[in-house]
């Protein structure tokens, strides 16, 4: 499975945006898609995960309440929508998949074995 990530930009803190990430082939519904963003000097981490069957989403605590990763199976498409944008979201966020993540692992980085490119996100305050 091959990721593209897209939906990046320049905001201003408050704004919303919503980045997509168009998935080749036709991912299972065990299939596991997730966000993570990696900030300039910065370790990449954990944003947002769920599977395929859009029935396990979880969330770090810093975006819960304002992101939301959903799904659209038709289109083999997972979004990210931000809302309440703030300058500490700026980072490249990138997008991940793997065929067979256990549920405890959806927010490890290393439980993931395809990437997208990345698309930078940048808030300005």
């Known amino acids: 499975v091959q990721l593209q990530a897209s939906g990046g930009g320049l905001v201003q803190a408050g704004d919303s945006l919503r980045l997509s990430c168009v998935l080749s082939?036709?991912?299972?519904?065990?299939?596991?898609v997730a966000w993570f963003r990696q900030a300039p000097g910065k370790d990449r981490e954990f944003v947002a995960a769920?599977?395929?069957?859009?029935?396990?989403?979880t969330y770090a605590e810093s975006v819960k309440g304002r992101f939301t990763i959903s799904i659209d199976n038709a289109k083999n498409t997972v979004f990210l929508q931000m809302n309440s944008l703030r300058p500490e979201d700026t980072a490249v966020y990138y997008c991940?998949?793997?065929?067979?993540?256990?549920?405890?692992?959806?927010?490890?980085?290393?439980?993931?074995?395809?990437w997208g490119q990345g698309t930078q996100v940048t808030v300005s305050s």
């Open positions: 769920n599977r395929f069957s859009g029935n396990y989403a």
């Open positions: 082939g036709r991912p299972s519904g065990r299939f596991a």
């Open positions: 991940a998949g793997s065929p067979s993540v256990i549920l405890s692992n959806l927010r490890s980085r290393t439980a993931y074995s395809a």
